[in-house]
């Protein structure tokens, strides 16, 4: 239910492939995701990662008939199993995607739906199409938001709109979602999106892996240091960019007046 591959432009691609439950989340797709994203961190092949979904649907979030949440009310039902769960699964994927140190792009076609959204917004690059729609039902079932959506949320559209997705459950289209900065481009149609999509990540995959890395680094750290430890991180990061064969690489090219061509990452 989930498809990977790795194509000979370094991207490697991530499909969510239940489009009879419109990319619903079992506990083996949340599991796959999360080692799925592990794979390509360790993958030296692996330069940038793109995330889909098949249908016309890009997640409506966690399965609820394999949620431990619904079995809240039943007489066996422990609510410690649902922090672990958590833990375990949305929170994982959340975590390994935001600390990739590659890039990452979303290409969102159709609904996205709670966690299914933050799913899309832990990535780098958030690309919609018209038809696409984020929708956030956690108050509809008595539910707070989980999946990092208290925190990726505010840092994308500010506190008073992130407060107003989760509590009154106000959702956005795709082209609303880029003017309030939950996304970076929206296309007109599914096809233009995957293939907007595909050019995006292959570019980044041909970028300078290490240096695009800890760039990323910096800027997702921004949010919860100083000034002063941000400027130190910047130097330090700067650093360990001048030791490696990207930078040598970028340098040459500047000088002889060519397009750089980045080796992968050591």
């Not at 591959?5 to 989340?25: F, I, Q, Y």
């Not at 106000?170 to 096809?191: F, I, K, N, Q, S």
């Not at 240091?225 to 650093?239: G, N, P």
Request: hydrophobic share 45%; charged share 25%; net charge negative.
């Amino acid at each position: 239910m989930i498809r990977y591959e790795v194509t000979g432009d370094h991207v490697a691609r991530l499909t969510l492939d239940r489009p009879e439950a419109k990319n619903a989340l079992s506990i083996e797709m949340r599991d796959d995701i999360v080692t799925r994203v592990r794979e390509a961190r360790a993958d030296d092949k692996v330069r940038a990662l793109l995330i889909t979904g098949s249908g016309d649907s890009f997640c409506s979030g966690m399965d609820l008939r394999q949620s431990t949440v619904g079995d809240a009310g039943a007489g066996h039902f422990d609510p410690r199993t649902t922090s672990e769960a958590l833990r375990a699964g949305v929170q994982a994927f959340i975590r390994e995607l935001w600390e990739l140190d590659k890039p990452t792009v979303a290409a969102v076609n159709g609904t996205a739906v709670g966690p299914g959204a933050h799913l899309a917004l832990a990535c780098d690059f958030v690309l919609t199409c018209e038809q696409a729609r984020f929708v956030w039902s956690f108050a509809r079932w008595g539910l707070v938001v989980d999946a990092g959506g208290a925190y990726l949320l505010p840092r994308l559209v500010g506190l008073p709109r992130a407060k107003a997705m989760v509590m009154l459950g106000e959702g956005t289209d795709g082209c609303e979602a880029v003017a309030m900065g939950l996304a970076y481009r929206c296309h007109p149609d599914p096809a233009s999106l995957a293939s907007a999509a595909s050019e995006l990540a292959a570019r980044l995959a041909a970028g300078p892996t290490r240096s695009l890395g800890l760039s990323k680094m910096l800027l997702n750290a921004s949010f919860e240091t100083t000034l002063a430890a941000s400027l130190d991180r910047e130097a330090q990061a700067q650093a360990m960019a001048a030791t490696s064969p990207e930078m040598r690489e970028g340098m040459a090219a500047f000088k002889e007046r060519r397009a750089p061509d980045f080796p992968a990452a050591p």
